[in-house]
């Protein structure tokens, strides 16, 4: 064997350790250690972000990729949590004392499915209650962030924001040739043709390109018929403008995308002057202190810069067990 090959095989050999080394890591950290502080938590905390009487204006930030991964262990606890995000979109929606709630988007997107729960807990919200949810669009409001925005009353963009992305993505690596090179076999056992279909260890075939183009084109109806109940627009307007591109708050406003440039403090004024609400107190809701969470930005900031390559590891190795459909924006 040559030095060449020599070589790759040392660099698969050190991937193959570091990802058992991280399983190992992972399954140290995780959800048992929420089990073993299980300490009393507040639910919820308030901060006022503009003073007021009578009516309440509630803000939830839906902040970072939308996926439903363990969020649970010490080196991962600040990131997103969709069952918490969900409760705390379906508690502040039930909550007699909020009037309107203002969803902050900052999101390039995330999974088919929660993206879609995400959409449903806001138009039962709206159908319900009975109250208004606004969308205010930070730095990323795209793929899956304007899925969950599309039902909206009102969506106000920043005129930079970054949003549409309307599509669906489905990516996965292919090593087979490198697999070839240094001379490793797969050897593969399915019951069926299509059992390993998108397999990473040899080519897809044809018949296998046209099942997952259905599968995607599937997705993408749903994702365009939301966008037409949601916006009052022709399905012809919605596809023309989906084609996966980006937009910027700007000509989102311009192509009927979005209906008001802003910030968040300008869509609680859009609020306060469609409801006639001219006093009303404006409060975001945040998550309650959590030990598990305490926990977590001790270890962070232990780590630091190492947290977060072990965090990147992570999140590679849980995506590799297999490849999702996502509305996902991705450069």
Known sequence: MNRKRWFALGIAVILFAVSIGFRFMSSLFATDVEALFDAPQQQYQQ????????????????????????????????????????????????????????????????????????????????????????????????????????????????????????????????????????????????????????????????????????????????????IVDGRDMSESEVRDLGDGRVYTGRQAADNGLVDELGSLEETAQVMKEDFDWPNAQVVEYKSGFEFNNFLGGWAQSMFKNEEADLTAIQELIQQSDGPRAMYLYTK
């Open 47 to 226: 901060e006022v972000i503009e003073q007021g009487t009578g009516n309440k204006i509630a803000v939830v930030e839906l902040d970072g990729v939308i996926q439903d991964i363990s969020t649970s262990s010490m080196l991962n606890s600040g990131g997103y949590n969709h069952d918490r995000f969900l409760k705390k979109l379906e508690d502040v929606g039930e909550n007699r004392t909020v009037d309107g709630i203002i969803l902050r988007v900052n999101t390039p997107g995330g999974g088919v499915v929660e993206s879609d729960e995400i959409h449903d807990k806001i138009v039962e919200i709206q159908e319900e209650q009975d109250k208004p949810v606004y969308v205010s669009m930070g730095n990323q409001a795209a793929s899956g962030g304007y899925y969950v925005s599309a039902p909206a009353d009102k969506i106000v963009a920043h005129p930079a924001t970054l949003t549409g992305s309307i599509g669906v993505i489905m990516q996965s690596i292919n090593f087979a040739e490198l697999a070839e090179d240094i001379g490793i076999d797969f050897n593969t056992i399915t019951s069926g043709e299509f059992k390993d279909i998108m397999s990473q260890t040899r080519e897809m075939t044809d018949e296998e390109q046209d099942i997952l183009q259905n599968m995607i084109d599937d997705m993408y109806a749903d994702f365009v018929q939301v």
